[in-house]
C-alpha cells in the first residue's frame, strides 16, 4: 500500500483532524509501542502498520478498506 493510500484510509475512517491526533498520540502495541508516525518514520511497512490500525479500531474502520 502506499503511503498516500494509507493516509487516505485513516483520514476516512476517523476524519482528517482526528487521524492527524491519532498518528501523532496514539500509542499502538501492535506496532512495539509506538505511534503511527513513530512507526512509518522507522521505516515499518504500511501495510502493517494498517493492520495494526485495524487490529487496535475494530469497529471504526469500515470493511471495505480492511
Do not use: N
Not at 6 to 35: K, M
Amino acid at each position: 500500500m502506499r503511503l498516500t493510500d494509507f493516509w487516505a484510509r485513516l483520514e476516512e475512517t476517523f476524519g482528517p483532524a482526528y487521524a492527524a491526533s491519532i498518528a501523532s498520540d496514539q500509542v499502538l502495541s501492535q506496532l512495539g509501542g509506538r505511534t503511527i508516525e513513530q512507526a512509518l518514520a522507522a521505516g515499518e511497512e504500511t501495510h502493517v502498520v494498517w493492520r495494526a490500525v485495524v487490529a487496535a479500531y475494530p469497529d471504526r474502520v469500515p470493511a471495505r478498506l480492511r
